[in-house]
């Protein structure tokens, strides 16, 4: 069965400091990651992808993420957080053409 | 491109009526999927169609909800009778999927605002 975990339902981080957003996968096959941000009252929007190549993905607004397939994970990062990346985070896995979302992370980045 | 369109944004309707969502997506897109969106259960996926043709509807709670697209430029969703526990954000999304023997890299969704809908 597909599924995607994000152990952690909030984290808090000062500004300027780095975040990391969690990340775990199970899929059949070969894994296609991808990491959707959502601000209040808003639809989620895409930030990055990982289809195969290189293990460190850049995306929007700084972000980037790290895929390892060994610890099946696909962590989300950003060296310095910014107050307006506050913001619900969802980490999905498609397989075939569904798309398997996880439950969120919610991030606090406090000034 | 004006992106996923969704309509109405805020619906508010009295439980036992009818109600209708509606999704236009990007253009040149051949996937539509519809989610619901609640604090208690996150994100769901209802039902996606690829090329105008539902592929899954195990998503779908009840007989009550249904969801047609009658052409690559339109879907509804419709919850009829409509009840509390329906409330929730619903969400379509579209994108462009490619089998995997086309060798084509899978591509994101893209999310359409919303319809919140609140069912008295």
């Known amino acids: 069965a597909q599924s995607v975990a994000q152990p952690e339902d909030q984290v808090n981080v000062a500004e300027g400091n780095p975040l990391t957003v969690k990340c775990t996968y199970s899929?059949?096959?070969?894994?296609?990651l991808f990491w959707y941000v959502q601000y209040p009252n808003r639809g989620l929007q895409f930030l990055l992808k990982?289809?195969?190549?290189?293990?460190l993905v850049k995306g929007s607004y700084g972000f980037e993420a790290e895929f390892n397939k060994s610890q099946t994970s696909f962590h989300l990062k950003k060296p310095s957080a910014l107050v307006s990346d506050s913001a619900l985070y969802f980490c999905?896995?498609?397989?075939?053409?569904?798309?398997?979302f996880g439950s969120g992370t919610k991030l606090n980045v406090k000034p | 491109d004006a992106g996923v369109i969704q309509s109405p944004r805020h619906e508010v309707t009295e439980m036992g009526q009818e109600v209708t969502l509606r999704c236009k997506p990007i253009?040149?897109?051949?996937?539509l999927f519809w989610y619901r969106q609640t604090m208690m259960r996150g994100l769901e996926l209802l039902i996606y169609?690829?090329?105008?043709?539902?592929?899954?509807d195990s998503g779908m709670p009840e007989d009550r909800f249904s969801a047609k697209m009658p052409n690559a430029s339109f879907s509804t969703l419709k919850i009829q009778p409509s009840e509390p526990r329906d409330s929730a954000v619903y969400f379509c999304?579209?994108?462009?999927?490619?089998?995997?023997?086309?060798?084509?890299?899978?591509?994101?969704?893209?999310f359409g605002p919303g319809t919140r809908l609140t069912v008295l």
């Open positions: 253009s040149g897109h051949n996937s």
């Open positions: 999905a896995v498609r397989n075939f053409n569904k798309f398997y």
């Open positions: 990982y289809i195969t190549g290189d293990n």
């Open positions: 899929v059949s096959g070969n894994p296609y």
């Open positions: 169609f690829n090329n105008n043709v539902p592929i899954d």
């Open positions: 999304a579209s994108s462009f999927l490619a089998f995997e023997a086309s060798g084509r890299a899978p591509n994101e969704q893209f």
